[in-house]
């Protein structure tokens, strides 16, 4: 349980930017902190930079052209961001890949397995970390010898989290977990990335385009829009954010508002102005 009066920063991103094929300015000064322990949503829409952030963390641009061009990537203090992604894996930072990403020919245990090849703490503690991944996910134990690629999207999620926490790490950056998933999944996830959190004390960088499932799980949001923050705090303070409320949860004082006036009332945003 994240304790506000005690927190340790694990990651800090300093005023950075992010240039795709040495011309395309995708973040712009993008700066946060996430602390250990706890649920760090990073909030948006589609093309916002969500996913760009999490990969600049995770050093995953240069294989799409991408790099960070200014400001500094902290983890524990320590200069990451020219390290490679084994690396940071070692250091205790995962990423869970928008899209899922599992190895279809292979059966779901043998996914799961994979996520533990960088460990040398011995088959014993693998196995016991197995388990303790079916706990969580015991879905996955009843498929555990189907291939990964016949499962549907919600099995498929929880073996891309699965996989990650068989690398026993510190934080695990999680790109769009509900997407595409039924909303009664939706919720099935979130609760099992709560459940990670308290019990493992697994720290979560998330990025979501469901804002409203998201500040509920999560602890403190940033809002992301055209590569830049333009609001961030407390998630139970975001949520009752009349300007949040007004242009990403579809409500307002009045009520709930219709897409028609959403959109007309995002040309007076703030923020923008």
């Known amino acids: 349980m994240l304790d506000a009066g005690k927190t340790e920063t694990l990651l800090e991103v300093n005023n950075i930017e992010v240039i795709y094929n040495h011309v395309i300015l995708v973040l712009k000064g993008v700066s946060l902190s996430v602390p250990k322990g706890g649920i760090t949503a990073l909030l948006g829409g589609n093309g916002a930079g969500k996913t760009t952030t999490l990969k600049a963390i995770s050093n995953l641009l240069k294989s799409e ?11 524990r203090g320590a200069r990451v961001q020219d390290m490679s992604p084994a690396d940071l894996v070692r250091m205790g930072v995962i990423q869970v890949m928008e899209g899922r990403h599992c190895f279809g020919h292979l059966t779901v245990e043998d996914n799961l397995l994979t996520g533990a090849y960088t460990r040398k703490d011995g088959s014993a503690a ?108 407390p998630a139970k303070d975001l949520r009752e954010n009349p300007d949040v409320k007004e242009f990403y949860l579809g409500m307002s004082d009045e009520g709930r508002k219709s897409f028609r006036d959403v959109r007309s009332y995002r040309r007076r945003k703030r923020w923008l102005a």
């Open 65 to 75: 052209r991408g790099e960070v061009t200014k400001g500094s990537i902290l983890y």
């Open 126 to 233: 693998v196995a016991r970390d197995l388990e303790m991944v079916y706990a969580y996910f015991p879905r996955l134990k009843e498929r555990r010898k189907s291939q990964a690629g016949y499962t549907s999207g919600g099995e498929q999620q929880m073996v891309a989290i699965g996989r990650a926490l068989m690398s026993r790490p510190e934080t695990i950056l999680l790109d769009e977990p509900s997407m595409g998933l039924a909303p009664q999944l939706v919720e099935q996830i979130f609760e099992i990335v709560k459940a990670v959190n308290e019990k493992e004390g697994v720290t979560f960088l998330l990025a979501e385009q469901n804002t409203n499932v998201a500040l509920r799980y999560a602890h403190y949001g940033y809002i992301l829009e055209s590569g830049r923050v333009v609001m961030d705090g």
